[in-house]
């Protein structure tokens, strides 16, 4: 059994269609409050800082999995 990683082709989300991200509003983006806090620009963890959602048809690469083995 080999090494299971992040599938290059849909990023993880097991789709092929980008649409905007509904949680940064497709800036890559979003704005944390930390413990101390203090306002915090970070890389939105939902599009993984692309901006993009992958949805629509299932991806052809790791047949909707978001992994592949290497």
Do not use: H, Y
Not at 13 to 42: H, K, M, S, Y
Not at 58 to 64: A, D, F, K, L, Q
Request: hydrophobic share 25%; aromatic share 4%.
């Amino acid at each position: 059994m080999g090494k299971r990683i992040i599938c290059p082709n849909c990023r993880g989300t097991g789709f092929t269609a980008d649409v905007p991200c509904d949680r940064c509003q497709g800036t890559g983006q979003v704005e944390l409050i930390d413990d101390w806090g203090q306002r915090r620009t970070v890389k939105c963890f939902r599009c993984l800082g692309t901006g993009l959602l992958k949805e629509g048809d299932t991806c052809n690469m790791c047949g909707g999995s978001g992994e592949v083995e290497i």
